[in-house]
């Protein structure tokens, strides 16, 4: 990836130039027959600068002469600031300041100077910057003492390293500056603060600041014992103004100095191991962290910021989360997520590597597994060609289109519309290689899309079908039914919307025309009714071929067929439809639809989750045979591609019925679903009991009375249900 450089350039033509933006410093607005150029190249503290937050200022013998913010560049291939310099004479010696808006810091002046000739000249190039490094400032040295004025407000805070309250008041001191010149001095006082609602802090800082309207002040905390000035970098600063006190006792100033955490890799690569950090402390929750070497997170970790030195990085590796409310890189390689790692906060504006692991399906030709969707986790459009190794090796990469295009194709070929085709954040597509390979999506990452609207173009095959992709560095949630493609298999399989969408990984989903799908951290509500898995295999067949259906005992769990021709198909019809994901009553019967590819040995394999049935079994038309599936999960059997479609129904009874039915009528005999030992009545509307019997767990009954109305009585202990029935 491209490193981002900060490209300074001062020049005549922009010194006329408007800026909107209110400046740290003032051009003096002199004038001269010479001009003096320079590019340069900005770093602070060694990294590279590309924030609009980031002023330079360029001076002549200690008066500015123009001033402008950093912006991007060619589609922020590179970034600078244009300045220009107009003189008269030579021996002006000219030096660089930097100033960033978004801390209030002034940051040490610039060892990089010039000295002019009496010449028009240019100073480096774009391919030859000029260095112009800034470091941050360091602390003032110690004693400080106050710079006093008849300008005064009073401040009440309370001070805290790494938000622990510092409770020792006579051991530290508090320094407030503008600049190097000190404005404010304070000890913190035990005090006992109550009133207005109750106590609130016991140990605060009471100090009095001078200054002039407008001035930045910064804060250092000196720690008397050990006689130096505190690493911490205080999060806080204040703009002086005329008002006549900042804070009081019910809603002190906070004043937080952090110490950051410095990973130096100097053991090994890992995160959890003391050695590896300065001061021999892991952080913890909250923390400020500094990455200056070779780091791998093989724990979950939630700190406060994350810098990533310029020639370092860290990789979040597969199970484990990094969560970070700020993030600096400044080079994709510097961040990497592995495949099944995650990362959470705020990462606008953040360059990071996001990978996704293939398993190639092989040089073989007739092997037809190894179908993966895939989405990018970048922000907006990329080429394909900008993901690093998906084009390495045979590969096959699609983009899904309903209408099928001018040319019938729902799936559009890259590797023939490649410069018409992008990735785009939050779209799915459909990717095959031939080797094992890592995908590596470099860039800035996604914080501009959370959802997309589907769409459904009526009088088409796969008429409302859209291939959406997770456009996060976590898993997501959709509230809809969804197909994912799995390993080692060739049709995508059917899963519920509790089912977690991993990053860079897309799926397929129905919808109406502009419907929103949202994605979410969180996952839909769960629903208790629960679900039958079913599977079908062709065991004997030359490379993977499964297909999936689920019977769901959750209202509204429905997804409609969507099936890769030329392959075996298990769905449920319904309507005039095929469904994938099928809603049913906790008990009753429902039809299997079957369709074999070619002539061979199948298998139906069964399996719940969330669900309990007391009877279960599956007919097959064909050949008659009744398969209790609570004893046999699975059934083997041989298909022809003549064969009728539907083959097959389950007959089922599951112990979260919707009322207190226990009866259930199936083809001519009644299914009694009951747990254990029990006793089984008929009885007319007369009451009188025309039968009983002794039944022992769910069993099937055939009623050997006239058409009518009757009661049927269900004794089990103490338990007594009794339900109306229809015999016809």
């Known amino acids: 990836m491209k490193r981002n450089i900060l490209l300074i350039v001062l020049s005549f033509f922009m010194l006329g130039s408007m800026n909107a933006q209110l400046n740290h410093w003032t051009p003096d607005g002199a004038t001269g027959n010479a001009v003096l150029t320079v590019w340069g190249e900005v770093t602070i503290d060694g990294v590279a600068q590309t924030s609009n937050d980031i002023e330079i200022a360029m001076f002549f013998d200690g008066?500015?002469?123009?001033?402008?913010?950093?912006?991007?560049?060619?589609?922020?291939?590179?970034?600078?600031?244009?300045?220009?310099?107009?003189?008269?004479?030579?021996?002006?010696?000219?030096?660089?300041?930097?100033?960033d808006h978004a801390s209030g810091t002034e940051f040490d002046a610039c060892p990089y100077t010039y000295t002019t000739g009496a010449s028009t000249i240019v100073v480096g190039g774009p391919s030859t910057p000029i260095e112009l490094a800034f470091t941050s400032p360091s602390a003032p040295s110690y004693p400080w003492i106050p710079v006093q004025s008849q300008n005064n407000i009073g401040m009440t805070a309370i001070v805290q390293v790494n938000g622990a309250i510092i409770t020792d008041g006579t051991n530290w001191e508090v320094g407030a500056f503008c600049g190097d010149v000190c404005r404010g001095l304070g000890n913190m006082e035990n005090g006992w603060v109550s009133g207005g609602g109750g106590l609130t802090y016991e140990y605060y800082l009471m100090m009095m600041l001078y200054g002039s309207e407008g001035d930045e002040l910064t804060f250092y905390l000196y720690d008397k014992e050990a006689g130096a000035v505190h690493p911490g970098v205080c999060e806080n600063t204040i703009t002086w103004s005329g008002i006549e006190t900042?804070?009081?006792?019910?809603?002190?100033?906070?004043?937080?100095?952090?110490?950051?955490?410095?990973?130096?890799?100097?053991?090994?690569?890992?995160?959890?191991?003391?050695?590896?950090?300065?001061?021999?402390?892991?952080?913890?929750?909250?923390?400020?962290?500094?990455?200056?070497?070779?780091?791998?997170?093989?724990v979950d970790a939630n700190v406060a910021s994350l810098t990533v030195n310029e020639g370092k990085s860290i990789t979040v590796l597969d199970g484990k989360t990094l969560t970070a409310d700020a993030i600096t890189t400044t080079d994709a390689s510097q961040l990497v997520i592995a495949d099944g790692g995650q990362l959470f906060g705020n990462v606008e504006g953040v360059l990071a590597t996001v990978q996704r692991e293939i398993v190639g399906y092989g040089s073989d030709d007739n092997v037809t597994n190894g179908w993966n969707f895939i989405s990018s986790p970048l922000e907006g459009s990329i080429a394909h060609t900008e993901v690093v190794n998906l084009t390495d090796n045979q590969y096959d990469l699609y983009a899904f289109d309903q209408t099928g295009g001018d040319d019938n194709l729902e799936w559009r070929n890259f590797k023939l519309e490649g410069n018409a085709l992008t990735l785009n954040s939050g779209i799915g597509y459909l990717y095959g290689n031939s080797n094992d390979v890592t995908l590596n999506f470099a860039g800035e990452l996604n914080s501009s899309v959370s959802s997309v609207e589907l769409s459904n173009v009526s009088g088409y095959v796969f008429s409302g079908w859209n291939l959406i992709g997770n456009p996060f560095t976590y898993n997501v949630y959709i509230d809809k039914s969804h197909y994912v493609m799995e390993e080692g298999v060739l049709n995508?399989?059917?899963?519920?919307?509790?089912?977690?969408?991993?990053?860079?990984?897309?799926?397929?989903?129905?919808?109406?025309?502009?419907?929103?799908?949202?994605?979410?951290?969180?996952?839909?509500?769960?629903?208790?009714?629960?679900?039958?898995?079913?599977?079908?295999?062709?065991?004997?067949?030359?490379?993977?071929?499964?297909?999936?259906?689920?019977?769901?005992?959750?209202?509204?769990?429905?997804l409609t067929k969507f099936h890769f021709s030329g392959n075996a198909m298990l769905c449920f019809p319904k309507e005039g439809k095929d469904y994938a994901i099928l809603t049913a009553e906790t008990c009753g019967e429902v039809p299997v639809c079957f369709m074999a590819n070619e002539n061979g040995s199948y298998r139906l394999s069964f399996n719940t989750e969330d669900v309990t049935f007391g009877y279960l079994h599956l007919i097959d038309n064909m050949t008659g045979a009744d398969v209790d599936l609570l004893e046999t999960p699975s059934y083997s059997f041989e298909a022809k591609t003549t064969d009728y479609a539907n083959r097959?129904?389950?007959?089922?009874?599951?112990?979260?019925?919707?009322?207190?039915?226990?009866?259930?009528?199936?083809?001519?005999?009644?299914i009694i679903?009951?747990?254990?030992?029990?006793?089984?009545?008929?009885?007319?509307?007369?009451?009188?009991?025309?039968?009983?019997?002794?039944?022992?767990?769910?069993?099937?009954?055939n009623l050997s009375v006239a058409s009518g109305v009757y009661m049927l009585r269900l004794i089990n202990g103490d338990s007594v249900n009794v339900q109306k029935i229809v015999v016809k």
């Open 648 to 670: 097959f129904k389950l007959v089922f009874a599951t112990g979260h019925a919707a009322d207190d039915s226990f009866a259930f009528l199936s083809n001519g005999g009644w």
């Open 246 to 298: 900042i804070g009081d006792f019910w809603n002190p100033v906070i004043l937080n100095f952090v110490t950051p955490y410095i990973f130096t890799g100097a053991t090994s690569t890992s995160w959890n191991l003391a050695s590896n950090w300065e001061g021999n402390e892991i952080p913890g929750e909250g923390a400020t962290v500094i990455i200056d070497g070779i780091c791998e997170l093989e």
């Open 63 to 99: 008066s500015c002469r123009d001033v402008q913010r950093v912006k991007g560049y060619y589609n922020d291939s590179f970034y600078r600031v244009q300045l220009g310099g107009q003189y008269e004479g030579a021996g002006h010696v000219v030096t660089f300041k930097c100033y």
């Open 492 to 558: 995508p399989n059917p899963v519920m919307a509790s089912t977690a969408i991993a990053p860079s990984t897309g799926v397929l989903v129905v919808g109406d025309a502009e419907e929103t799908v949202a994605f979410s951290q969180t996952a839909p509500d769960a629903k208790s009714q629960g679900y039958l898995h079913m599977m079908l295999s062709q065991p004997d067949r030359r490379g993977a071929m499964s297909d999936h259906a689920i019977l769901s005992f959750n209202q509204g769990d429905e």
């Open 673 to 701: 679903n009951n747990d254990g030992q029990a006793t089984l009545q008929v009885v007319d509307m007369t009451g009188r009991v025309l039968s009983s019997e002794n039944i022992n767990g769910c069993c099937v009954k």
